[in-house]
């Protein structure tokens, strides 16, 4: 089991991991997977554009949307992954009560996410976004099975 | 509806371990900002196990220091009294903050997680508004949440009823502990830092962290301790099964000029600092 903290990216060829993430609250998780070549990425980023910090996005580019999903997809073509044949699922992009705008993250994060795939004629195969819950996104390698877990209650997505 | 009185969920406290001796005594200390170098010293000195830390602390690599830190007092001029003793103010409530809360869904070290988090962010934010603190910041945010330690089986008990209140009648998880047990994880945190004769401007942070709007007056520690918890809080740091189902008090931030873009560069300024003090923390003894 590969574990993706907060503001990191990984991706993994070993037919035997699962890559997981856990406490997605604002944030997003992206998970993707080619089934042919059986190569899984995910993503835990955080904000929505690195242009806030860009010192920061050099250091840790899985900070941040703009910069994050680049290296998740770069990274996953490096073991091997072919861009039509990627299989994407989105979970996270919660937001607080009431929220007032300056809280808006979640909203933000899961806007920002949709601007860039649609750049880059990229679908989204499944999401589970919003609310105010806390996920923990995981996805198989061999079989890019993806599963949502929150408060206790597993499903697949 | 519960008929616990929150005397008598303080009296059964027992298991809970006492705020260790040196803890208690910095944690006054710090918050004092007249405090002086020699009285820090002179209050932790005869205690092996801090000296311990402090040298271990000094000597890692997340400080740097090209020479070797044999002394209590060597170390806190070299690095500074607040740098120093707020981490080792963070490893002395480690044992109790890191322990599973199972009624929050909290795996063990997840709280802890959280309170390091929230106590980096209220730094972040102290510097932004240039609130002038001696630690209270970083001691508040540390201890903000330490009420859920004392609530956590009570909430494990009553859960079902506070989750489907939180559904049902949009409260917080906050308003629903209230409505439910009683009393809400701040106030029994307010309560047990009483007892453990905390600073009454720390009490009062832990007190109103999730209602800001109720203390007194307006108060900057309370309200730092209040969007420090918000931002880890969104960020998912140490989070459970409480989820995002807390408010974030839009007249606190407007009274402090407060924008999207700050919470930002300080959820970013969180993340970065906490992968490293928690790496140091791990790295040291009493785990």
Redesign the interface.
Known sequence: MVVVDIADVAVCKDPDAALITYSLGSCIGVAIHDPVAKVAGLLHYMLPESSIAPEKAKASPAMFADTGLPKLFRSAYELGAVKGRLVVKVAGGSQLLDDNGTFNIGKRNYLALRKILWKNGVMIKAEDVGGAISRTLRVDVATGHTTIRSRNQETPL | MSTQTLEGILERVGSLPPLPDTLYRLVGLVSDPSSTLEQIVAAVRYDQAFTADVLRLCNSAYFGLTRSVDSLDDAIKLLGTTKVLQLVIATQSRSMLSRPQTGY?LPAG?LFAHSVGVAIAAQALGRRLRISEGGALFTAGLLHDVGKVVLNEFVANEYIEI?ARVARE?L?FAEAEEQVLGFSHPEVGARLGETWNLPPAIVRAIRYHHAPLTCAAPDALVDAIHVAD?VC?????????D??????C?EV?ARHG????D???I??EV??ET?SVRAVLSSMQGN
């Open positions: 869904g997840a989750a949009k917080s918000a809080i969104l960020l998912g740091i140490g989070g459970g099964d989820g995002l189902h807390y408010r974030a839009p931030m407060l924008t999207e873009s919470v930002e560069m959820g970013s993340i970065s992968k």
